[in-house]
C-alpha cells in the first residue's frame, strides 16, 4: 500500500534530478502504448477531465493502521496502569518504574497511531486533479485544502518511484518549477501506482491525449467512473474498490486477502463518513463548466446502477 505523497511528503525546493529529466513525459510527444484509465476519471466531457488522486485507490489503509496501532498500544498501556493501581503487580525489584515506563512509551506508540490515522481521518473524501483542456490549466486540491492552479504546458511531467519498501512501484508525476527550470517548487501526482513502468507511462498517455487530441482520443477507454463529485463516496462503492485491487491476483491470494480487505473496506467507509467533501474555489468551479449538448459527458451515471 503505497502512500508515497502522503506519507512521507513528496520532497519540494530541491534540484531536478537527473532521473527524472530522463524519465520526462513531454506534452507534445505522442506514445505508443496502450492507454490507461486506472479507475480515475470521476467525470470528463469537452471542457475538463476531473480524476481522483494518487492515494485514492487505497483510501482507508492509513486509518485501519493507524486505529490498529493506537488501540493495541493504549489497551496495553491503560492495563499496565490498572495492574499497578490495583496491587496486582507489588513494588518489588523496581516493578512499578518498569510498569509505568513501559506504559508511557506504549502510548507515546498509541498517540504515534493516532497521528497516522488521522493522516486520512477527518480530511477531505479525495484529493480532486482537473485538466481544463480549453484553458490548458492544470487544478489541484492540495492536502490542506488550498488549490494549486498552473497552466498545463509548464508543468514537467515525469515519472517518480515510490519509496523505501514501495521503492519498485511507478506514478505519474507533475513538478511545477521555478524560473530557472531547475528547482522543484511543488510536486503532484495522479492516480496510477503500479508495478510496471508501461502502465504508468499508458496513464500519462490517457491524460495527455485527453488535453492534446481531446475526449474522442479517449472516451472509449472509460468505462466507469468514480461516483464521488459532490458527495461521499457510497459504502458499496468503498468496499468494491478495496476488492478491485485485487481483481488481478490469483484466486488463493484474494481468499488470503479476504480478511483484510474487509477491514480495509470498513476503514475506507469509516473514512469517508468523516471527511469533508471537496469544493473548489468560485473561481475555478467557474471554469469547470460543460454544455448541455457535450456528447463527451462521462459521469457515474454510466456504472451500474449498485455503483453509481
Known amino acids: ?147 494549486l492552479s498552473v497552466p498545463w504546458d509548464k508543468v514537467f511531467f515525469t515519472l517518480g518511484r515510490g519509496k523505501g519498501l514501495n521503492a519498485a512501484s511507478w506514478d505519474v508525476r507533475g513538478l511545477v518549477l521555478d524560473a530557472d527550470g531547475k528547482t522543484v517548487r511543488e510536486t503532484f501526482a495522479f492516480s496510477i501506482v503500479t508495478g510496471r513502468e508501461v502502465n504508468a507511462v499508458g496513464h500519462w498517455e490517457f491524460l495527455r491525449r485527453y488535453m492534446e487530441e481531446g475526449p474522442a482520443a479517449v472516451i472509449d477507454t472509460v468505462k466507469f467512473c468514480m461516483p464521488v463529485d459532490g458527495r461521499r463516496e457510497p459504502p458499496g462503492v468503498s468496499s468494491e ?35 469533508r467533501i471537496p469544493q473548489w474555489p468560485a473561481d475555478v468551479a467557474a471554469t469547470l463548466t460543460v454544455t448541455g449538448d457535450d456528447s463527451y459527458v462521462r459521469d457515474a451515471s454510466i456504472n451500474p446502477p449498485d455503483l453509481r
Not at 508515497?4 to 502504448?33: A, H, I
Not at 476519471?41 to 469537452?46: A, L
Not at 513494588?91 to 508511557?104: K, T, Y
Open 1 to 147: 500500500m503505497d502512500n508515497t505523497g502522503l506519507l512521507p511528503r513528496f520532497t519540494n525546493n530541491r534540484p531536478v534530478t537527473p532521473w527524472e529529466r530522463e524519465k520526462q513525459l513531454k506534452q507534445k510527444q505522442r506514445r505508443d502504448v496502450p492507454l490507461q484509465s486506472q479507475l480515475a476519471v470521476v467525470k470528463m466531457n469537452s471542457t475538463f477531465l476531473l480524476s481522483v488522486d494518487r492515494w485514492y485507490g487505497t483510501r482507508g489503509f492509513l486509518a485501519l493502521v493507524g486505529l490498529a496501532i493506537a488501540a493495541l498500544c493504549l489497551y496495553f498501556a491503560g492495563n499496565f496502569v490498572w495492574l499497578v493501581a490495583s496491587g496486582a503487580i507489588p513494588n518489588e525489584n523496581g516493578l512499578w518504574p518498569v510498569a509505568f515506563g513501559g506504559s508511557g512509551v506504549l502510548a507515546l506508540l498509541g498517540l504515534l497511531g493516532s497521528w497516522m490515522a488521522c493522516k486520512e481521518l477527518f480530511r477531505w473524501t479525495y484529493y480532486p486533479i482537473a485538466l481544463d483542456r480549453q484553458r490548458r490549466m492544470v487544478h489541484v486540491f492540495r492536502l490542506d485544502g488550498t488549490v
Open 241 to 275: 474498490r478495496i476488492f478491485a485491487n485485487d481483481a488481478q491476483a490469483p484466486g488463493i491470494m484474494r481468499l488470503i486477502m479476504y480478511p483484510f480487505n474487509l477491514l480495509h473496506a470498513w476503514a475506507r467507509m469509516l473514512v469517508m463518513r468523516t471527511s
